[in-house]
């Protein structure tokens, strides 16, 4: 099936000196969102939320950092290589252009949020709204390079990957005690009030030509290495966290869905990465981890303190740990993650997983 769809996607580019008169048979991708799919963004801001020094891409091809805030491979770059096209570069890398454009880009910043408000300790990061921005320069720039039809082509015929919200708890309501939002908002409203905004976020989306968006949930926000160090006592989730997410990616799949009947389309699919987040925290082992509380890389209990650094506890054997920083999974976890993605049931992907989107769309 990979295989197969390997051949129907993959990604004819024209040369450059006839961009303005050939057909373009790309299916572009597009990533927007936060450090689970940052592919170095970053690298560009005066920000300390970057992943650009060792040992982040000890296990990336090059053996560098590369701005992914994992220790090889991120969920972007393993949908990519279903789409049988290389790994999208950041956008305010300098080597996108000519034709790298047409491989699409990818527009994500760690530290973001759904609110605009979420990691202003970060200071200069790519909030989403200059995402969009961005998207609005590429298609210009694009157009530039096609003409305005084809881009619209390529933009309506891309697939695009929206990962956003974690941080919306854990660097903005439960940041500090009594933070700003907390006193605002309990949190059963407050998720109401981050549904609504993600809501007009997706419709901008839209009007910017998306017509096939995977919008990610958040993963079991208290079961992360840095929650166990800082709010438990015994090594259990956060429990209060986990309300959090339990409470927001439900009412993001009814969202997604009451937008695609608005919309007359399936056009915004919901992964439930809490689910496949959960399968390997729960059980580690049935995955081939040794554990799914320490993080590979960090210091302090469980690693979960700091920032992952040149000088922090590292584990040799980045495969059997579910977690590579405080934060992060993985690249093995986020595979396994891809992979639910891609062939998971609806109780992973909704309404339908990215296997079957594919196909319909090699169809039209």
Known sequence: M????VLIFSLVLTALGSFGTQQVEARAFFVFGD???DNGNNNYLLTQARADAYPYGIDYPTGRPTGRFSNGYNIPDFISQELGSESTLPYLSPELNGERLLVGANFASAGIGILND????????????RQFEYFQEYQQRVSALIGAEQ????VNGSLILVTVGGNDFVNNYYLVPYSARSRQYSLPDYVKYLISEFRNLLLRLY???????LVTGTGPLGCVPAELATRSSNGQCSAELQRAAGLFNPQLTQMLNGLNRELGADIFIAANTQLSH???VTNPQAFGFTTSKIACCGQGPYNGLGLCTGVSNLCPNRDLYAFWDPFH???RANRYIVQNILTGSTEYMNPMNLSTILALDSRT
Do not use: C, H, K, W
């Open 329 to 331: 999974p993985s690249e």
């Open 151 to 154: 881009t619209e082509r390529l």
């Open 2 to 5: 990979a295989s197969s769809l």
């Open 35 to 37: 450090s689970l799919v």
């Open 118 to 129: 979420t990691g202003i300790q970060f200071v200069n990061i790519l909030r989403m709204y």
């Open 278 to 280: 959960s399968d390997f």
């Open 207 to 213: 009007d910017l030509g998306g017509r096939r968006v």
